[in-house]
């Protein structure tokens, strides 16, 4: 079985270019290492991506999708990307690198959006196949920065400012951060929290610091 590992963090808080360079790190070493993304990485996957982060052109166009409706959306991507991609891969002896996995569910649609943590547990452990990452690195940042950045990247690749979550208010971010805190401090032995504050090569470096870690013991 290869290492299961996920990238958590809220927007703007450099999990792709982080999954892109521990990624590079891993197959340097030799390790054959698969990186996909959260929601989506099948073809049904992407499909309902659509849907979820759609940038509507006019409000009037926006899809009114309940949290309940959101939170089903998510795991019918996790389901399919788990049991298409990430089993078969683990299986294969590969590390698969994952950006967002089920904390993000229990971050935004739980602590942010307020749906029962409890249910949002259960609904993750199915979806997953009972899956969980064998080391989650979360990125922390503080909202503020974070959305600067999101925003600043989005407005410079696609002209358009940001997507329905990027359009959510500052304290839904700040839900979000403070859910993802709380899932670190539950789960001690998984969650390693890297301050997402500093140079992109020094925050590679500790994941990496981490990552041998992980490595080493298993
Ligand atoms: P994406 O454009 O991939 O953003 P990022 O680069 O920040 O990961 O969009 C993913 C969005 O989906 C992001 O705003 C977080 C959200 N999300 C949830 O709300 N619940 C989930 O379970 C997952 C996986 C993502």
């Given amino acids: 079985m290869g290492l299961f590992i996920t990238l958590e963090g809220i927007e703007g808080s450099g999990k792709s270019t982080q999954i892109s360079k521990l990624s590079e790190y891993l197959t340097d070493k030799g390790i054959s290492t698969l990186a996909v993304r ?9 499909r309902v991506r659509a ?35 990430i089993i078969p891969a683990l299986d294969a002896g ?4 994952c950006d967002r996995y089920v904390d993000s569910t229990l971050a935004y649609q739980g602590y942010a959006r307020s749906i029962d943590l409890g249910a949002v547990a259960a609904i993750n452990a199915r979806a997953a196949s009972g899956l969980m990452p064998d080391v989650t690195i979360l990125i ?8 600067r950045r999101a ?4 407005s410079g ?11 959510e208010d500052i304290l839904f971010h700040k839900r979000v951060r403070d859910g993802f805190l709380s899932i670190a401090e539950f789960d001690p032995g998984r969650v390693y929290v890297v301050d997402g504050r500093g140079e992109i090569a020094s ?8 990552i041998d870690k992980v490595l080493e013991s298993v």
């Fill in 140 to 147: 922390d940042l503080e909202p503020e920065e974070g959305l």
């Fill in 151 to 154: 925003t600043a990247r989005m």
């Fill in 94 to 97: 590969s590390t698969v690198i």
């Fill in 51 to 85: 849907i979820l982060l759609e940038r509507p052109e006019k409000s009037s166009e926006a899809l009114d999708i309940t949290p309940l409706t959101e939170l089903f959306l998510y795991e019918a991507c996790r389901a399919q990307l788990v049991q298409d991609v």
């Fill in 203 to 210: 925050v590679h470096d500790s994941i990496c610091v981490i």
């Fill in 157 to 167: 690749v696609t002209g358009v400012k940001e997507d329905r979550f990027e359009a």
């Fill in 38 to 46: 959260e929601p989506g990485g099948t073809p049904v996957g992407e």
